[in-house]
């Protein structure tokens, strides 16, 4: 909610308020373990303070190995409110939003990050619990050669970099549809390829089934230059099979590209990208929109509240988990942020091999299961106390037996 905005994140309320002998134990408890700071280069910290965003840096190290070296990857989440009101013309609102980026972009290019990824539908404001069809169907564009898709192959080349960018997509070869789209940018400037939002949500304002429909794709991993990547997108992250269908197709990063307010699913937001890493044995990468955004006209949830013409607070605190149930402490709940994070994918096998998580996960009984469930006559598996007669028959013999 936007009367919350002045807490600019949890980590800064602790360090406040709680003696230093107790805070390093606290951290414990919440991360895992404290982290160690990345030494992030002066030219990079000017550049965040002259253009007005957050920029923090963190390592993840795994144990080292006598067999591999080191599988250091930098990765970059970015974090950023929306620039020109949403009544500017639809071209402005996109460039503004590029130059935006584009300036943060530059700060993880001196950082040395080599895979970066950018928040849901980054192009424009979330505009689509509005219900309402113009203008906001004019931010659609083509995922193969749009003009952000164009802007990101550019930096990608410039910088050496894989750039997953987020959209609202129109599949002109498929009739003008649309699809809430990310699509993933190889450092050679190349589109590697693309992938959709697997589940939509039907909550609150967030109705967005107006717009488009469950993703057809599956789950695609991406095979780059620094690891098998994929991408979550938003309300996918509350389905823990989601998570795991990524990991079984060999992800070693999952990027969650998110757009919810501090009302409707804060409590839950550093819960559930963290968990996917532990259960799955990946990196994964919780990256949620800042600020409040206003829309020229009412709109209502269906759900007895006054009409409105925002969402609530966007509150940031984008992370980074890893596969030992670690994490990075978020960014501003209210400001933009640039979140570097240096990881060594070996550690998701190191995890794997002490935890067995993959091998004791009993694909074949959930998939046995999971084929009954979708079938028109299943029946839950419940057991009641006062079943059948023959099943007590069956129980009493049982017992003879025994």
Known sequence: MAEKAHINSIEECLEKHIPGGELADIKRILYGKELQNLDLPKSALKLALDND??????????????????RIVRVGVIQNQIVLPTSAPIVSQRNALHCRIEQMVD????????????QEAWTMPFAFCTREKMPWCEFAESAENGPTTCFCQELAKKYNMVIISPILERDEMKGDVLWNTAVVISNTGQVLGKTRKNHIPRVGDFNESTYYMESTLGHPVFNTQWGKIAVNICYGRHHPQNWMMYGINGAEIVFNPSATVGALSEPLWG???????????????????????H???????????????????????????????SRTPGLSRNRDGLLVVELDLNM???????????????????????????????????????????????????VSLV
């Open 271 to 293: 819960i559930e990208a963290r968990n996917a890493a532990i259960a799955n044995s990946y990196f994964t990468c919780a990256i949620n929109r800042v600020g409040t955004e």
């Open 53 to 70: 965003f957050e920029i923090r840096g963190y390592g993840m190290p795994a144990t080292p190995e006598e067999m591999r070296p080191p």
């Open 348 to 398: 998701c096998r190191q995890v794997r091999d002490k935890w067995g998580f993959r091998m004791t996960q009993r694909l074949e009984l959930y998939a046995e299961s999971l084929n009954q469930a979708v079938q028109l006559d299943f029946r839950p598996q419940v057991v009641n106390e006062n079943g059948p007669k023959q099943v007590k028959k069956l129980d009493c013999q049982l």
């Open 107 to 118: 700060a993880a290019s001196i950082c040395g990050v080599n895979v970066i990824c950018f």
């Open 295 to 325: 829309f020229p006209n009412e709109f209502t949830s269906g759900d007895g509240k006054p009409a409105h013409k925002d969402f609530g607070h966007f509150f940031g605190s984008s992370y980074v988990a890893a596969p030992d149930g």
